[in-house]
């Protein structure tokens, strides 16, 4: 009977850690604004895995008490804040934490070293341009793997002079 039902205090247990965390969880997402919620780089995806494991083990776990509870929250989430600082003021360290842009597709060639380096397939490239509303390869300049993971379409006459594409791909001759 003990598999089945141990009593109310567990249930009791876990309606008062769940709702009381899940409100501090929302609150300390929204004290540290929308970058922590926004499009997943791996640095976000790995504070959202833990953040998940850490909410699902309080909330399931009887003998971690709330205020434990909320400082594993606040921790993770100042962790995440503190990273993502460093991120926008030092070089090194963005290029440390994030992936850069890859370029997929330019000048009517895709890049097959790149698509190999990152197990993706010339039907991923395609997949990107028909879901940019696309249904040919003619008069696309670049098809770019964003730093979270998504593919992005520029189209010819939209490249201009490459300033926010070509900087960040290396190994890519910067003349549009």
């Given amino acids: 009977m003990q598999l089945l039902w141990t ?28 970058r922590t919620t926004a499009k997943m780089t791996p640095l976000d995806f790995v504070v959202a895995v833990t953040l998940g494991s850490a909410f699902g083990r309080t909330v399931t776990a009887v003998d971690v008490p709330l205020a434990q509870a909320v400082v594993a929250l606040a921790l993770l989430i100042a962790l995440q804040w503190l990273l993502a600082t460093g991120r926008a003021q030092w070089h090194w360290f963005r290029r440390a934490v994030d992936p850069p842009p890859v370029l997929l597709w330019y000048n009517n060639e895709l890049i097959k070293p790149n698509l190999r380096r990152h197990q993706l397939t010339e039907t991923d490239v395609h997949t ?20 979270d993971g998504s593919l992005g379409v520029i189209v010819d006459g939209s490249m201009g002079d490459g300033q926010t594409v070509l900087p960040y791909v290396e190994g890519v001759d910067s003349t549009p």
């Fill in 7 to 34: 009593g109310w205090a567990p249930i009791i247990h876990t309606l008062v850690l769940g709702s009381a965390g899940y409100i501090a969880l929302v609150l300390l997402l929204r004290v540290t604004g929308a």
């Fill in 128 to 147: 990107a341009a028909r879901e940019a509303g696309h249904g040919s390869m003619v008069g696309l300049c670049a098809v770019i793997m964003q730093q």
